[in-house]
């Protein structure tokens, strides 16, 4: 099993920046990629970005591709989302989800969610 524990959320004005953070605990080396997703009200959950933990390889949805930034730091079991040029639209609960051990497995494991309110 994998934990996740988000935090970093808040409210902040457009154009400004947030940087999320995902603690991760359990079974990490088990794990092939973390990622971030974001739920609206009234809407699905999307998915924002990942990364695959032992490369450096990443994926954005097209929606924050330049403003959003992913990174991990494998030492501390951590994963961070750099928001940049935040618009109203932004505003959701953010996920961090961690996926199981292969590049085909799904996204198995989820935080609780952290509220990013973007005032316009």
């Known amino acids: 099993q994998v934990q996740l524990v988000e935090s970093g959320g808040g409210l902040v004005q457009t154009g400004g920046s947030l940087r999320l953070s995902c603690a991760a605990s359990?079974?990490?080396?088990?794990?092939?990629?973390m990622g971030w997703f974001r739920q609206a009200p009234g809407k699905e959950r999307e998915f924002v970005a990942a990364?695959?933990?032992?490369?450096?390889?990443?994926s954005y949805a097209d929606s924050v591709k330049g403003r959003f930034t992913i990174s991990r730091d494998n030492v501390k079991n951590m994963v961070y989302l750099q928001m940049n040029s935040l618009k109203p639209e932004d505003t959701a609960v953010y996920y961090c989800a961690a996926t199981g051990p292969y590049s085909s497995s799904t996204w198995d494991y989820w935080g609780q969610g952290t509220q990013v309110t973007v005032s316009s």
């Open positions: 990364v695959i933990l032992w490369s450096s390889n990443t």
């Open positions: 359990g079974r990490t080396f088990n794990t092939y990629a």
